[in-house]
C-alpha cells in the first residue's frame, strides 16, 4: 500500500504561481494530479510516466502548468503559473500502483485558492 500527501497549496491572487508536491511512500508507475471545485466533479489535470517522458494535460492548464517528478525523492510536483480564479480546487495527487492498473492510490487532497 503506497501512500500519497500533497503539500503546497495556499492562497494566492490571479495572475501568481504555487507549486504542490505529491510524496510518495513507495514506487508508483504513472502519476497524476486531479482538481475539484465546490459544487463539480473531479476533474483531470495532468498526469506523468514513470520515467518522465511523457506528459499530458487537460486543456485549461495547457501552457500554465507544469507536471514533473523525481523518482529518487519518489515525489512529483505541479508548477502552476498565471493562476486564475477557476483554478480553485482541491486537488488531488494520484498514482498507479502497477502498469496495468487504474489509479490505485488517492492523496488527501490540498487547496488552491485563486483570488481575482
Known amino acids: 500500500q503506497v501512500q500519497l500527501q500533497e503539500s503546497g497549496g495556499g492562497l494566492v491572487q490571479a495572475g501568481g504561481s504555487l507549486r504542490l508536491s505529491c510524496a510518495a511512500s513507495?514506487?508508483?508507475?504513472?502519476m497524476g494530479w486531479f482538481r475539484q471545485a465546490p459544487g463539480k466533479e473531479r476533474e483531470f489535470v495532468a498526469r506523468?510516466?514513470?520515467?518522465?517522458?511523457?506528459?499530458s494535460y487537460a486543456d485549461p492548464v495547457k501552457g500554465r502548468f507544469t507536471i514533473s517528478r523525481d523518482n529518487a525523492k519518489n515525489t512529483m510536483y505541479l508548477q502552476m503559473n498565471n493562476l486564475k480564479p477557476e483554478d480553485t480546487a482541491v486537488y488531488y495527487c494520484a498514482a498507479q500502483g502497477s502498469i496495468s492498473s487504474g489509479w490505485d492510490y488517492w492523496g488527501q487532497g490540498t487547496q488552491v485558492t485563486v483570488s481575482s
Open positions: 506523468i510516466t514513470w520515467t518522465g517522458s511523457t506528459t
Open positions: 513507495g514506487r508508483t508507475f504513472r
